[in-house]
């Protein structure tokens, strides 16, 4: 489990076990047993109790814990000292670092953002993400608006690269059968430089590794970059000049291409 490279998290509630499987099957990269949003109060310490079985027998995943600050966080965290986290409302270093040494830091508020280079920073954190359902709910913005996040997504692009993490993870589509606006809301975050979804049915999966993967026009740019560049005899690609960041953009293309097939 990658999940630097990873490029799609499939949640599923961590009060259903039985369906902790299938989404094991469904074809993403990573799959999020979530104790946090999708489990009712009275269920969070079933569900992690079932968070903890599962990893026990030798699954792979990442758990999203309950944010700090809440009844329920101190007892995920000690349960599941070791295992791959992903911590919701990160907002502060030291939240973060508290939560274990492999953590996927989830920004979704004002706060957040405002903090992003701290948390992107922080010991432990491989991976951020963008929580754009929540963050939209508090400022009081359609989540679907991509004008209304641009600054938001940006500026966790910025502070994860600033911290020299790999690029993050978008926040969720509510759309479950919409492949192509999923598509579109992919592509918006893959030009801004998000290279990961975070999602939240199987139906999600294709779409957002389809809209991932480089084009064939880009992928041959790439390659005719890296071909000039190794034989030192030629200056320019397309009539553009080819230096030391064009060839970076081209072996990162080429990266994403070999990771989405």
Do not use: Y
């Not at 999203?64 to 791959?84: F, K, Q, Y």
């Not at 040494?101 to 920073?121: F, H, K, Q, T, W």
């Not at 030192?232 to 070999?258: E, N, Q």
Request: glycine letters at 8%.
């Amino acid at each position: 489990m990658n999940l630097a490279e990873a490029r799609t998290f499939l949640f599923v509630p961590g009060d259903r076990p039985d369906r902790f499987a299938k989404a094991a099957a469904a074809g993403a990269d990573v799959v999020v047993v979530d104790l946090e949003d999708a489990v009712a109060p009275a269920d969070k310490a079933a569900a992690r109790a079932h968070a903890v079985a599962w990893l026990a027998a030798g699954n792979e995943a990442v758990v999203r814990v309950n944010a700090a600050g809440t009844p329920w966080h101190a007892e995920d965290v000690a349960a599941l000292a070791g295992a791959p986290l992903m911590l919701p409302k990160a907002e502060h270093a030291a939240d973060v670092e508290r939560a274990g040494p492999v953590v996927v830091a989830l920004v979704e508020s004002a706060a957040g953002v405002a903090a992003a280079r701290e948390v992107c920073g922080a010991a432990g954190v491989v991976r951020v993400a963008f929580g754009s359902i929540d963050l939209a709910a508090e400022l009081g913005v359609d989540p679907a608006s991509h004008t209304a996040l641009l600054h938001a997504r940006s500026a966790l692009v910025l502070a994860a690269a600033a911290a020299g993490g790999p690029p993050p993870v978008d926040g969720v589509t509510t759309a479950l059968d919409d492949p192509a606006a999923i598509r579109r809301d992919t592509a918006h975050a893959v030009e801004l430089g998000f290279t990961g979804k975070l999602c939240v049915h199987p139906r999600q999966i294709e779409p957002v590794h389809a809209a991932l993967r480089p084009s064939e026009e880009d992928i041959e740019w790439a390659r005719r970059v890296l071909a000039a560049s190794a034989a030192g005899s030629a200056t320019a690609v397309d009539g553009r000049l080819v230096d030391r960041p064009v060839v970076l953009r081209a072996r990162r293309l080429l990266s994403r291409a070999g990771r989405t097939g």
